[in-house]
């Protein structure tokens, strides 16, 4: 996103003692600040975590914005939290332990790559601070709790509950471990979960949910009685799918079950399911036998 730090589609990502560093998490955040009057920000686990967030927060409220600092949280909390305004989440979502990020939300949503360039241009131009008596304030929330029921309650209007499942869900030391267990808790299901304790220095696996890393949770499914693993990454947005053999299911095909339930359920007229261009033509076959289509 922005001229010192590796960008992606998600977000800025880099070494934190070399590129996504305290200063350039400053500037963001006085950049940043233009765009909005207010602020939620929350992090993942990382040790650099806490340092970053600092300076992130020192920027908005120099640039004139208000703070809402929410702590450790899932990225999908922080953007629940951020529906009707803005936020940050510091975050390299399943990058080593020595990197961090920085991911900016509107609305419920990631910043789109118009909004990134005008942060660029800021950065560029050299934001000045705000007027000393036009700084923002800063202010604690509790959002975890009203997102777990959330997501419970939707699952229940949308799908069902739990009731009878056995679920191993292995956290991978981020903060999964704050919402996916309890959420399924919340649905009934009975839940083991593995590596729940958040550490940023990710002891119990690497950060990246893969068939590899995975092997102590594909093993506790097969061998545990579980009816399916879930497997995360540091900041709990990517989620891997194991089932009761202990195979990791494809995404594509995690992907394509999805759309097919939309397609059935939705009660649309015209089910429009939306993907990526390299998704695999299963997801068209089956949600097309629901009666949906596919767009990319």
């Known amino acids: 996103m922005c001229r010192s730090a590796p960008a992606s589609h998600a977000g800025i990502r880099g070494d934190a003692a070399a590129e996504v560093t305290p200063s350039f998490a400053l500037a963001v955040g006085r950049a940043a600040a233009a765009d909005g009057p207010e602020f939620v920000v929350g992090r993942d686990g990382r040790e650099t975590g806490p340092a970053l967030v600092a ?21 999908p909390a922080l953007a629940f ?16 332990p020595t990197d961090n990020g920085l991911k900016l939300f509107v609305d419920g949503t990631e910043y789109d790559r118009e909004a990134e360039r005008r942060i660029e241009a800021r950065m560029d131009d050299g934001e000045s601070p705000a007027d000393w008596d036009a700084w923002g304030d800063a202010r604690r929330a509790a959002v975890l709790s009203d997102y777990r029921s959330a997501v419970a ?5 949308t799908v069902d509950d739990c009731e ?46 893969t068939p590899e890393s995975l092997a102590d949770l594909r093993a506790f499914v097969e061998n545990g009685d579980c009816d399916l693993g879930l497997g995360h990454d540091g900041d709990a947005d990517r989620i891997v799918v194991v089932d009761a053999d202990g195979e ?19 009660g649309s007229a015209d089910p429009v399911v939306v993907t990526t261009p390299n998704a695999s033509d299963r997801i068209d076959d089956r949600v097309e036998a629901a009666g949906g289509r596919v767009e990319r």
């Open 248 to 266: 990791v299911v494809h995404e594509d095909t995690v992907l394509a079950v999805l759309g097919s339930f939309y397609a059935r359920e939705s």
């Open 153 to 157: 309650e939707y699952t229940r209007e």
């Open 164 to 209: 009878g499942l056995r679920v191993a869900v292995d956290c991978g030391n981020g903060v999964a471990g704050l919402a996916t267990p309890q959420v399924l808790r919340k649905l009934g299901a009975e839940v083991v979960a593995l590596n729940a304790n958040v550490d940023g220095h990710f002891p119990g696996r690497e950060s990246k949910p």
């Open 55 to 75: 300076a992130l927060e020192a920027g908005l409220e120099s640039g004139g914005a208000d703070v809402v600092r929410i702590g450790r949280v899932p990225t």
């Open 81 to 96: 939290a951020s529906r009707g305004r803005r936020g940050v989440m510091v975050t390299a979502s399943h990058n080593p």
